[in-house]
């Protein structure tokens, strides 16, 4: 009987057992998709700049896997729009070391990135400029980072000499001892936490605006806080733009750009309306045109030209001369902030001929270029100041390759007929 007793007693201790870990194993399944589901509604929560969810999401998520590189990124993210730059820039360097052991390289570039974004709104203006170097290091093609570097520069070149912001204090591989990983998941959520009270509005005569451009984007910034998102106009058309929010005094505020200094494409364009500022992102319609000016003075035309026609009729013009049969007595004057007025660019170029034709090899106001066709300018100076092998190489590689491809390797381009090479996405075809 003892003996029956043992075996029922041995056999219940396993099923019981067996069981606790069916149950461990439950649960541990049932808390990896709680996880799960809390970092995917911490990403949408970001995509809908609900900024505080986003945090307290992401930070549940970290409660389960405090060293995730993309979890930190993430809330990294959300605490750098939510303008708590220091928590934002924590959790960007707890990522890039945790990326650095798991030799993610890009989860560590979009680490670093996101460290370099924090240390420039932190005003930290030489750290953020050495981490965007790294950045570009690793990933020459990072979407945004060309933005960001040239914002931060921006920002550099208005310091005074001295100024303790252009110091660079920081290195590739950030300062994080094992202890703060551990507190990666300690963040607060939102029972010890209250909602940021919203900024005050900014007073209608004091709101003022700001832009800068890289080849693809114009980034214009119109610096008002307090704008009510759900109220705010925001209207981009090709050749301008127009915003409008409710000020607290009752009235409204209008601002309008008519026309814009060259077209834009409306459908690609991005608006963003944060609790400091409202920000728009506008692509160039002609792609590496440079703005010498956000609002032009001229009436705006609706006759666009793509960068690749305005570029291939630059080339064109440089290596074969003008082609034109009726030129225009006079060239268009373009937006300049020259003492000396409106530049005539057809009369340079001239001008420029005719002394190349005299031997005379200065081009005058090179210096003072600014607006107009930037490519145009360059392909003529270009070829201009060529020796005659280069002369011949760029004739020879545009001509033979029907206009797709200018060389100026005199030595390669002899050897034999350079091969028409189209676009990518194009194809070349003959016609008789």
Partial sequence: MSIHTGKLATNVWHNTTSTREQQHQISRTLWTSLVMESAAKGKQALANQKYQEAVELYTLALKQSPTSPDYLIHRATAYQRSQDYASALSDAEK??????????????????????????????????????????????????????????????????????????????????????????????????????????????????????????????????????????????????????????????????????????????CIPRVLPSKIELVLQKANSGQKWSAIESSEPATTTTTSSTDTTNDAMKQAVLGNTTTSPPSSGPAYP??????????????????????????????????????????????????????????????????????????????????VETSPPDGMEAKSYS
């Avoid at 760029?394 to 030595?411: I, R």
């Fill in 95 to 268: 990522a890039v070391v945790c990326a650095q052991k798991r030799a993610k390289r890009e989860l560590i570039v979009e680490a670093q990135f996101r460290r370099g974004c924090a240390l420039h709104c932190l005003e930290r203006y030489g750290d953020a400029a050495f981490v965007f170097g790294v950045v570009k290091r690793m990933d020459e093609k990072h979407k945004m980072v060309a933005t960001w570097i040239g914002r931060n520069e921006m920002s550099l070149k208005k310091l005074e000499d001295g100024d303790a912001r252009k110091q660079c204090t920081v290195k590739e591989t950030p300062e994080v001892s094992g202890d703060v990983l551990e507190e990666v998941a300690n963040a607060p959520t939102s029972t010890s936490t209250s909602q940021p009270a919203a900024p005050q509005q900014t007073p209608a005569d004091k709101i003022r605006h700001e832009w800068y451009q890289n080849s693809e984007n114009v980034y214009f910034t119109l610096l008002a806080k307090g704008v009510p998102k759900d109220k705010a106009q925001i209207d981009i058309q090709e050749r301008s733009i127009s915003i409008s929010f409710p000020l607290v005094t009752g009235s409204s505020y209008d601002f309008t750009l008519d026309p814009l200094f060259a077209p834009v494409i409306p459908a690609k």
């Fill in 336 to 417: 300049t902030s020259s003492k000396s007025g409106p530049k005539n660019w057809d009369k340079v170029v001239e001008d420029a001929r005719r002394a190349d034709s005299k031997g005379d090899h200065s081009l005058g106001d090179d210096d003072e270029y600014e607006g107009g066709d930037e490519s145009n300018f360059f392909f003529k100076k270009l070829y201009k100041d060529a020796d005659d092998d280069t002369k011949k190489a760029m004739m020879k590689s545009y001509t033979e390759s029907n206009g797709t491809a200018l060389s100026t390797n005199w030595e390669e381009v002899k050897k034999g007929k």
